[in-house]
């Protein structure tokens, strides 16, 4: 720890790279550290990123880290931030190399975890014919015969939202439906069947999906499969900074509760990313915010500097979850 950095972010996937080319620009000296394990990398490309459209994820990173390394105040850094406490008017970090970084800011743009079924088959589609978002994927599947795959309150949002890009879709609840006669009633009337069948399997040709196995033998051919998945945090830093949690969406299980200019519950601490999401991630959102964390935390350094004035910095959230 010779120096003290005046921000560490944690995460180098969309949010972390747009922050730390903000933050280069601004001539802040920055540490940016990655483990390079981003949650769309799998993916075939990137849907409706401006500019970007269809590019693959890692393409992407490889030319955002190019782009930072041109400033010299950014250092960028492979590996995982293990731990941290606030230490004074400091942050220190624990590094997994085992060293340890002083930061007056910390941006948490650490990403999320996609936790989808542990169903045979779906892993090596995951990102491609298998996935979480229409509007990053459902291009690809246009005018294909589709499936959704959740049960409960969650169903008729995503089965719905699909027919935007097929007429042919079936809800698998994968078991007895837990659906209430409202959400009966608006597939119904979307013309969307209902399966209760228990799936066994998923059946891919060339690493496309072919067909929807269920326990008993039979088969249900589809060309598409959107898993509603819930989102989790990937690290545990959030919790060991003491950051709140905000209000569990549908598509996030405790996204991190931050304010209009990205600022946590804990002063000195950003966040920005799928990480502080409720509802739905994208690429093209991840940019903007990371962008937007950027410059929030050169007006916070600032306002401690030379007495910019910034906006107060917001109190804990009303409720958190675990």
Known sequence: MNITWDCVIVGGGAAGLSAGLVLGRARRR??????????????????????????????????????????????????????????????????????????????????????????????????????????????????????????????????????????DVVLLTGGPADLDDDTRSRLAAAHIPIDERPIAELVSTDGKLQAIVFTDGTRLARSGLLVATTLHQRSRLVEQLGVGFGEPGPAAASPIAVDVLCRTTVPGVFAAGDDTSAQMTQVASAVALGSLAATSIVQSLLAEDVGLPVPAWPGPPPATVG
């Open 30 to 167: 920055t540490l940016l550290v990655d483990a390079g394990q981003q949650s769309n990398r799998a993916a075939h490309g990137i849907g409706g990123l401006l500019g970007h459209d269809g590019r693959a994820p890692g393409e992407l990173y490889k030319a955002g880290r190019q782009e930072i390394s041109a400033y010299p105040s950014v250092e960028l850094r492979t590996g995982e931030v293990v731990a941290g406490q606030r230490t004074g008017d400091v942050f220190e970090l624990e590094l997994s190399d085992g060293r340890y970084e002083r930061a007056r800011t910390v941006l948490l743009a650490t990403g999320v975890e996609y936790r989808p079924p542990a169903l045979p088959g779906l892993a090596e589609l995951w990102g491609r014919s298998v996935f979480h978002c229409p509007f990053c994927h459902g291009w690809e599947v246009r005018d294909q015969p589709l499936a959704v795959l959740v049960n409960g309150m969650r169903a008729v949002q995503p089965s719905l939202l699909l027919t935007a890009w097929s007429d």
